[in-house]
């Protein structure tokens, strides 16, 4: 079977890759992800600046098992690193490389944009709408003036094909008008649904306390919790933007999940719980999966079941 897909216009040898923020921080990281069974990798959003982030305990896989609490607050080694790591990369490797940038002012994207775009290197920009953790700042992605008017400044700076990554929607006329915006921008060619869950509590039964130290424990979702919300994302985007691709990202444990992903429309699926606790060798575990689930349904590539789902 075909695990290949294409995502702005580039090939990936199969549709897994990393969620940004999960091993992708520091060039090691990076180089684990290169050495995977990963068909792609992307950068941890970067600010302007050099962040360490928040205080720990700041991330942690929940005891039900269902999935995880975060409250990194953007820790990220500024945009330069990243951009020097762009430079230096191995576009003639199969794995196309995508940059997350998520400045705190719509004048840091900017400027964050403006050398990624004079560089004019083969990566991919994702513009990050959506981190849920640092305290004072609102997410854009919720704030849908705000959000067109940051697109009408970037899109025409960026130039080339982009993405953005976006919060969860839980209302579908939040839906219909965020699609609204992004049919307005051509070159956004692709979003990437969904970033956590925001601002979820954790509480340990025994101690009675929160389980992570920043902003009183209160942290974004990710893991198997948040698959049916991220497929609804995948699916109200992908009906509503039928120019562009969606990314899934949400709740993947195994084949099954990615299988899910594909149906509801995604055109590549990335993995941050799941990722995050098992490590790179998750990639070559769910792309075997992901195999023997279409050889038993008798399907061999994406194309033949993407956006598939079937209604009632
Ligand atoms: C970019 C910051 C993000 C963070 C973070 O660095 O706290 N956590 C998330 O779950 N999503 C984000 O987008």
């Not at 050495?35 to 990798?41: D, I, N, P, V, Y």
């Not at 990243?82 to 997350?100: C, E, G, R, T, V």
């Not at 969606?246 to 055109?267: D, N, Q, Y």
Request: hydrophobic share 40%.
């Amino acid at each position: 079977v075909d695990l290949s897909t294409k995502v702005a216009g580039l090939s990936l040898p199969n549709l897994l890759f990393n969620a940004s923020g999960v091993c992708c921080q520091t060039e090691a990281d990076l180089k684990l992800m290169i050495e995977s069974e990963s068909g792609s990798l992307i950068t941890k959003s970067a600010t302007y600046e050099y962040r360490e982030g928040n205080p720990s305990p700041r991330y942690l896989p929940l005891p039900s098992g269902l999935g995880s609490i975060n409250s990194m607050g953007l820790p990220n080694e500024g945009y330069e690193y990243y951009l020097n790591f762009a430079k230096n990369y191995d576009y003639s490797s199969k794995k196309p490389l995508f940059i997350s940038l998520s400045g705190l002012s719509l004048a840091d994207n900017v400027k964050m944009c403006e050398a990624f775009v004079a560089a004019d290197l083969p990566c991919v920009l994702e513009v990050n709408f959506s981190c849920p953790n640092v305290p004072g700042k609102p997410q854009l992605g919720y704030d849908m003036e705000a959000m067109e008017n940051a697109l009408n400044v970037l899109a025409p700076l960026i130039k080339k094909p982009f993405g953005v990554k976006l919060p969860p929607y839980f209302d579908i006329a939040h839906f219909d008008t965020a699609a609204a915006i992004f049919n307005k921008f051509d070159n956004l060619v692709y979003v990437t649904c969904i970033n956590s869950v925001g601002n979820g509590l954790a509480i340990d039964f025994e101690t009675e306390s929160a389980l992570i130290k920043p902003k009183d424990g209160f942290g974004g979702l990710g893991g198997l919790m948040v698959l049916n919300t991220a497929l609804a994302n995948v699916n109200a985007f992908y009906r509503r933007l039928p120019t562009k691709q969606v990314i899934g990202v949400g709740g993947v444990t195994s084949g099954k999940e990615v299988f899910l992903h594909v149906l509801a429309g995604a055109s590549a699926v990335q993995i941050g719980t799941t990722l995050k606790e098992e490590g790179p060798t998750v990639f070559a575990r769910i792309n075997k999966e992901l195999t023997d689930i279409m050889i038993a349904k008798g399907y061999k590539s994406l194309d033949e079941f993407r956006g598939k789902v079937k209604t009632l």
